[in-house]
């Protein structure tokens, strides 16, 4: 089985100012329904997913650079 992770990240010069970037993660859901697990096919409902939420619908959110190292 293959696995597919799908994630977003935007920029641009005036966040990039800020020390900002945009990010989205999960399934893609514009031209399909909202991915969840309880509604999945039982072959799919088998795969191990502890710890994920069960609707995979995200927001954009706003991320900021941590301040001094790592």
């Given at each position: 089985m293959n696995s597919v992770?799908?994630?977003?990240?935007?920029?641009?010069?005036?966040?990039?100012?800020?020390?900002q970037m945009l990010a989205q993660g999960g399934p893609t859901h514009d031209d399909q329904p909202v991915f969840s697990w309880a509604?999945?096919?039982p072959k799919i409902q088998m795969q191990p997913h502890r710890g994920q939420p069960d609707t995979w619908d995200f927001d954009w959110i706003t991320l900021e650079a941590a301040a001094g190292p790592l």
């Open positions: 992770a799908t994630n977003a990240k935007l920029i641009s010069s005036a966040l990039l100012n800020r020390s509604k999945a096919p």
